[in-house]
Nanobody
Framework: QLQLVESGGGLVQPGGSLTLSCAAS????????IGWFRQAPGKEREGVSC????????NYGDSVKGRFTISRDNAKNTVYLQINSLRPEDTAVYYC????????????????????????WGQGTQVTVSS
């Protein structure tokens, strides 16, 4: 059974940092791109970061650039998302998902990571940023 499990979420004060983990079981991540997505209450899911099998990565959205860092450790079959300078607007459920590529499109002048390319998905981990 192909499965992704996220961990590392929690309650953090504004300005704090978190590192989320995405661990795979039932398959090896070596040949997959891994995307991180988030969904805040009442909002659509959005892709925030993606790393290809060759290690090339990208962030999506002006609000995350410079604060989000994605990395992978194939030996541990795990991908990480480090989030610094957390803001209340980062509050969301964060999901990781595996796919063939980090494909994106442009919508309203913004580059958007295409979630439809990704399967399987993890169950998500809650990140809450509040004082």
């Amino acid at each position: 059974q192909l499965q992704l499990v996220e961990s590392g979420g929690g309650l953090v004060q504004p300005g704090g940092s978190l590192t989320l983990s995405c661990a795979a079981s039932g398959f090896t991540l070596d040949y997959y791109a891994i995307g991180w997505f988030r969904q805040a209450p009442g909002k659509e899911r959005e892709g925030v970061s993606c790393i290809r099998a060759n290690g090339i990565s990208a962030n999506y959205g002006d609000s995350v650039k410079g604060r989000f860092t994605i990395s992978r450790d194939n030996a541990k079959n795990t991908v990480y998302l480090q989030i610094n300078s957390l803001r209340p607007e980062d509050t969301a459920v964060y999901y990781c998902a595996a796919g063939p590529l980090c494909r994106s499109s442009w919508s309203r002048g913004k580059e958007v990571l295409k979630g439809s390319d990704f399967d399987p998905w993890g169950q998500g981990t809650q990140v809450t940023v509040s004082s």
